[in-house]
């Protein structure tokens, strides 16, 4: 809980001597996935919080202390089923057995079933039963997991041509099935840029179903990452009106887009804006950081501790932050 983490903080920086302390609540990540939709119990939360994190700063009065989230926050919109638009674009194939027909029936039926739960407030009731009944939530969890990856085992690779194993649902990612790469890959280099181009093109001009233009940004690889293995990252990475539209890898869902979150029922999810605080003898009062980015704080941090920032770290000194 946030209270025993606090503990457990003061405990440590009371107990050992150390020139950087790191310390991390998962608390608020959680909470606001789920209770986004209740202002009320968000705010008891950050009081909690407050409490909790005050006392810590105190421990520091003279020294430099940053608070920083990875992330914020907002509403989650709809869902987006990549591989289903991968798949309705020509650039996904599904095998033809019955086998596979089968596990896509009883995955979409599954997720109606849930969907439905959720919708006349029954999904929570019956789940607290189930729990109560020994390894039976288990059982349904791991049923609807072998489901999903099912269908996605069921993608015929040799004729695939793009798709997506979605790592977060927070964002999305699209692999070329190029050649020398995947196992069964069957697009050379010069297609290969030739479907980045296109997919690219295309998920800037998406449209959900109620026929609303999105925005949607995305990057080539080699846009964000640099490095002995960007080969490795994901061809494209986009994200949906700012993170508001999560993604999902699932195929044979007989549909590109769901209200809200089908499967989690999640209500809050990630977006690009986060936090950060700064407070200390040699920080400027009252100065904002328009253009700070999460990956210069860790070369500000080294520049605190006079270290030597090595010349390929992503991210900058943030200069504006001192007096």
Request: charged share 30%; with cysteine; aromatic share 10%.
């Amino acid at each position: 809980s946030t209270e025993l983490r606090g503990e457990a903080a003061e405990y440590l920086i009371n107990s050992i001597p150390c020139h950087l302390y790191i310390i991390v609540f998962t608390e608020p990540d959680r909470v606001q996935h789920v209770l986004w939709h209740r202002r009320d119990k968000l705010e008891e939360y950050w009081m909690l919080l407050d409490e909790v994190v005050g006392p810590l700063i105190e421990l520091f009065a003279d020294e430099t202390i940053f608070i920083v989230s990875d992330h914020g926050f907002g509403p989650i919109r709809k869902t987006f089923y990549v591989n289903e638009w991968l798949m309705r674009r020509g650039l996904l194939q599904m095998e033809n057995r019955w086998s596979r027909r089968l596990l896509t029936g009883l995955g979409r039926m599954m997720e109606a079933l849930y969907s439905k739960l959720g919708e006349v407030k029954l999904l929570h009731p019956l789940a607290s039963m189930l729990k109560e009944a020994v390894g039976v939530d288990r059982l349904w969890r791991y049923l609807y997991s072998y489901l999903s990856k099912e269908r996605i085992g069921g993608i015929d690779w040799r004729r695939t041509r793009a798709f997506s194993c979605v790592h977060t649902p927070h964002f999305g990612q699209i692999y070329i099935n190029l050649k020398g790469r995947m196992e069964e890959g069957c697009v050379d280099e010069e297609e290969r840029m030739r479907i980045i181009d296109e997919v690219i093109m295309e998920l800037q001009g998406l449209v959900d179903e109620d026929g609303k233009p999105l925005k949607v940004e995305a990057y080539r690889a080699w846009e964000l990452y640099d490095g002995p293995y960007v080969e490795e990252a994901p061809d494209i990475v986009f994200l949906i009106e700012e993170g508001s539209y999560e993604v999902d890898a699932k195929v044979g869902v007989g549909r590109t887009f769901a209200p809200g979150a089908p499967w989690t029922k999640w209500t809050g999810t990630h977006t690009k804006t986060g936090l950060l605080i700064a407070r200390g003898p040699s920080i400027k009062r009252g100065h904002s950081l328009p253009g700070a980015r999460i990956i210069d704080v860790t070369p500000t941090l080294l520049h605190l501790f006079k270290v030597p920032i090595p010349r390929d770290i992503d991210g900058r000194v943030l200069t504006e932050l001192f007096e």
